[in-house]
């Protein structure tokens, strides 16, 4: 990095140049932009706005202009989202009414989604995949893929997960929804931290709830038991994500339906993305090594209605309700990196060298898919 600082009363010239290397190789999956560095204030909290442009692979899905869901960019021209997010179409795209790939412009590289940002474009959908059990009206299988209509090379697409993943502990969902149920929408991405729990603690909620907990194949529960922190209307079909230890974000639910939102004791319902790496595979079309894949080390302990789409209005027919290699770990401590200032006066160049403390996140080399 290099940065030029010009005081145009005295005429000082300050030529910072650190070593901090950027990783330019954006065909990688799970990179955020930003800092490679995790820094001492950074800490997850929940509901906060993510301050700018982050995440290239969070997706939304527009109707007039209108944000109705959340999608991911998971490859080349490749979106994923809930097949709930065009359940009320269904119908009349089965008589010819409408079709499909008409209803939604998908917009990328959003953060503020009320003024005209140079990091965003729409696209046009050439075809969308709903999953085909999603048809018989039971769940789960809560998932669609939309195949866009041109490249979408300026945008790096996160990383799906291995198949049948053991979850982590949480993970982290960005959205535009709304912060209550039934309330308006920020204008900026937020970003929630949420539990993951396990199986017998969401059968038991669904349970609560009268619904059958054995119908939820394929989904798992995420959020806080005490309520407070949650997914809401115009999430629908947004990406829960996590990262893994070689600093990758992966793709590890899609935002389903919950129990109005952040209520006590009503946990949120994702969709297993694990479950479907298959299932994208062939309805993407994609060459192995397009849709791209990364490790996440296993995690012990917790991990084992209203759709959160805007168009819902509590009426819902989803449920009734109102193989990783052996290593050592890599221990990496904070450590102070030097950075080199070099100052222009009265006609000399001075040297000065000043050292900034680093947290840094080890990135490993991933074999190609």
């Known amino acids: 990095m290099v940065l030029l600082f010009i005081n145009p009363i005295r005429y000082v010239f300050i030529l910072v140049i650190s070593c901090v290397l ?10 955020p932009i930003g800092n490679e560095f995790r820094l001492e204030e950074d800490r997850v909290v929940a509901g906060y706005d993510i301050g ?9 899905l527009t109707r007039y202009n209108m944000v109705s869901c959340g999608a991911t960019l998971v490859g080349p021209k490749t979106v994923v989202s809930a097949a709930h997010c065009y359940k009320e179409f269904l119908d009349l795209a089965s008589k010819g009414v409408v079709k499909l790939e008409q209803i939604y412009i998908v917009k990328l590289g959003v953060y503020n989604i009320c003024t005209t940002e140079k990091t965003a474009r729409d696209y046009t959908v050439d075809k969308v995949y709903i999953h085909q059990l999603y048809y018989t009206k039971k769940p789960y299988y809560d998932i669609s893929l939309l195949k866009l209509s041109s490249d979408t090379n300026a945008y790096r697409p996160i990383c799906l997960p291995p198949p049948h993943l053991k979850k982590p502990l949480d993970g982290t969902v960005p959205g535009l929804g709304t912060l209550r149920y039934h309330g308006a929408m920020p204008c900026t991405v937020h970003e929630a931290r949420l539990l993951i729990h396990n199986n017998t603690e969401c059968s038991n909620m669904m349970n609560n709830t009268g619904n059958d907990p054995h119908l939820m194949h ?18 629908s079909g947004g990406p829960l994500q996590s990262m893994n230890e070689n600093g990758d974000y992966i793709l590890i639910g899609i935002v ?3 129990f109005r939102c952040a209520q006590p004791g009503l946990l949120g319902m994702y969709t297993d993305v694990s479950q479907y790496i298959d299932w994208i595979q062939e ?7 397009q849709l791209q894949t990364a490790p996440m080390k296993p995690s012990t302990g917790i991990a084992g209605s209203v759709s959160r789409n805007d168009s819902n209005t509590g009426v819902n027919a989803e449920p009734n309700h109102n193989h990783h290699h052996h290593h050592h770990k890599i221990v990496v401590r904070p ?3 030097p950075i080199k200032i070099l100052i222009y006066r009265n006609n000399k ?3 000065l060298t000043k050292y900034l403390l680093h947290h840094p996140i080890i990135r490993h080399k991933r074999p190609i898919n």
């Open 52 to 60: 700018y442009y982050r995440y290239p692979w969070y997706a939304v």
């Open 218 to 235: 394929n989904s798992f529960c995420a959020g806080y038991i005490q309520g407070g922190i949650d997914t809401c209307q115009g999430d």
């Open 283 to 289: 309805k993407s079309g994609l060459k192995p090594g």
């Open 335 to 337: 450590y102070r990196r």
């Open 349 to 351: 160049w001075s040297v």
């Open 256 to 258: 389903s339906f919950g």
């Open 22 to 31: 950027f990783d330019s190789t954006f065909e990688e999956c799970g990179r």
